[in-house]
């Protein structure tokens, strides 16, 4: 067990690593803030979507300030519900982080299966594929996620609209970011199958699923990877766009983007916490994946190594 541990820090990817303070810091940032968005029930000092637990008499309380009724002090103020900002930044980390991390988990199984099955199989179910993928890229990412959430939203009864509010945001996230696993698995796939393994994978009989499955796909998996990071900090900013916008995550469940977007109204009252503390959290979070996404792409680079 000990020798294993002594080689994986010898390896050239956690020897890239250690010497990134870059990817170093961007890592442990994340690591956080992932912690704080799970943790969130035992690490706020408040539940701040608990009707319960709130106080009117504490809304709009200055940072680190005592509330001039009741006396009691929050470290990043109180929004107009008399909601610890701290708190609402926790429980809303936990809705941004789950849709990012969902909605490109399925992204990334759709792109990835729709690519092997084009560069595989080629002919007209790539043709189809391919020129689908063509004119979802001709419009922006984020037009498309709202054009698909708009349509999920219709065919979804009313009520439960906002209990299905958080899976067809995931649903419209992931359908407009596809593409781009899609193309890479595809290009990928058109040099891997012809190569000798697979050509002796076809003599031993195996069949086309098995050959894409279990050899092809494990050797296009390392830029998936790098794609699969940055895409997930362009999904949190998607999630925080539509949940800006007010059509993402429902007052009920508010994400980063809820906050930024209730905050937005008393910027200019004198109560700038509101907006300024979730705004620099979604920033944060947002430039420490995009950096970690960075070196990594590096780090798998073998031009580069």
Do not use: C
């Not at 043709?127 to 054009?147: G, K, N, S």
């Not at 949940?243 to 983007?257: C, D, E, K, M, R």
């Amino acid at each position: 067990m000990i020798d294993s541990l002594q080689r994986a820090w010898r390896s050239d990817f956690l020897w890239s690593f250690s010497r990134s303070p870059v990817a170093v810091v961007s890592f442990l940032v994340v690591l956080v803030m992932v912690l704080g968005a799970v943790l969130a029930p035992w690490i706020a000092p408040h539940n701040p979507f608990d009707p319960a637990t709130l106080n009117l008499m504490n809304g709009f309380s200055s940072p680190m300030e005592p509330n001039a009724f009741t006396g009691d002090v929050f470290w990043l103020g109180t929004d107009d519900q008399g909601r610890d900002v701290f708190s609402t930044i926790l429980y809303g980390m936990r809705i941004s982080l789950f849709v990012g991390f969902t909605a490109v988990l399925f992204a990334m199984v759709l792109g990835i299966s729709l690519g092997l099955l084009a560069g595989y199989v080629g002919g007209w179910v790539e043709t189809i594929i391919m020129r689908v993928a063509d004119v979802q890229l001709t419009f922006p990412a984020i037009l498309v996620a709202m054009l698909i959430f708009g349509i999920a939203k219709g065919f979804t009864p009313v009520h439960l609209r906002d209990q299905m509010a958080i899976w067809v945001l995931i649903i419209a996230i992931g359908l407009s970011d596809w593409v781009q696993f899609a193309r890479v698995v595809r290009g990928a796939t058109l040099v891997e199958k012809n190569k000798e393994y697979i050509q002796a994978a076809k003599l031993n009989g195996r069949k086309p699923l098995g050959i894409m499955s279990l050899h092809i796909l494990p050797n296009v998996l390392s830029p998936v990877l790098v794609i699969a990071t940055i895409s997930l900090a362009l999904a949190i900013i998607s999630e925080a766009t539509l949940s800006f916008l007010g059509v993402g995550a429902p007052p009920t469940q508010p994400s980063l983007g809820t906050l930024i977007r209730i905050g937005q109204g008393y910027l200019f009252s004198g109560e700038w916490w509101i907006l300024f503390y979730p705004a620099v959290t979604l920033l944060v979070l947002a430039l420490s994946v995009n950096l970690l996404g960075d070196w990594l792409r590096d780090a798998l680079n073998p031009k580069l190594r």
